[in-house]
């Protein structure tokens, strides 16, 4: 089946709808760029089921959490009725440390697994790649003081994302993609036997 810039641009939209959909809180809307069986979702902070993560994040809303998303350039593989999709993301988190408001700004990659089924496209997994991050005060006259051995628990890619979080009461996951390594080329070896036709889109972190 030959490759449309229709799809092409379908996909780009699914992944713009999730970040503004799941950020404004629009929840029945959010659910819909999901594979309604097989949807999985990864991140430092949660790894389950599409409707875990919907119900978790509805959650989180609702008592303040603020991570939100923005995205950049976007690129999609498609073979068929699948796709792989790498999309430039910071994710950017308001918390408190120790009473001292901080943002913290991860940047990376959605890389997300998607089939098309009743010509529609779905996100059937999504793994996040976390490529460098830092972290900010708010108030330039403070200074939160920094846990050095919990910092350096997690990887560089996303170790004041983790941090923060962290102190904010999440359990948040070692050993997720960066930049590179083996947890990302395995992403890559995933992404390519998705395309192939495997029967699963590998093994969700």
């Avoid at 959010?30 to 979702?41: E, I, K």
């Avoid at 993609?177 to 070896?189: M, R």
Wanted: hydrophobic letters at 40%.
């Amino acid at each position: 089946m030959a490759v449309r810039d229709s799809d092409r641009d379908e996909i780009r939209r699914l992944v713009e709808n999730w970040a503004i959909w799941r950020d404004s809180g629009d929840w029945d809307r959010f659910a819909t760029v999901w594979h309604p069986v097989d949807g999985w979702m990864s991140a430092t902070w949660f790894q389950g089921s599409a409707s875990d993560f919907i119900e978790v994040s509805r959650q989180g809303f609702e008592k303040g959490v603020s991570i939100l998303h923005f995205l950049g350039g976007h690129s999609a593989d498609v073979t068929g009725d699948r796709a792989i999709a790498q999309t430039k993301m910071t994710i950017s988190q308001r918390a408190t440390l120790d009473g001292i408001d901080v943002d913290v700004l991860c940047t990376g990659r959605f890389y997300d697994f998607l089939a098309r089924q009743d010509d529609r496209w779905t996100i059937v997994r999504r793994q996040p790649i976390y490529e460098k991050d830092r972290l900010d005060v708010i108030d330039p006259a403070a200074t939160p003081t920094i846990d050095s051995e919990l910092l350096n628990r997690f990887p560089v890619g996303y170790r004041y994302l983790a941090y923060v979080q962290t102190k904010s009461g999440f359990d948040v996951k070692d050993g997720l993609p960066g930049l590179t390594g083996d947890a990302v080329e395995q992403l890559y070896g995933e992404g390519a036997e998705w395309l192939s036709g495997a029967e699963s889109p590998g093994v969700p972190a």
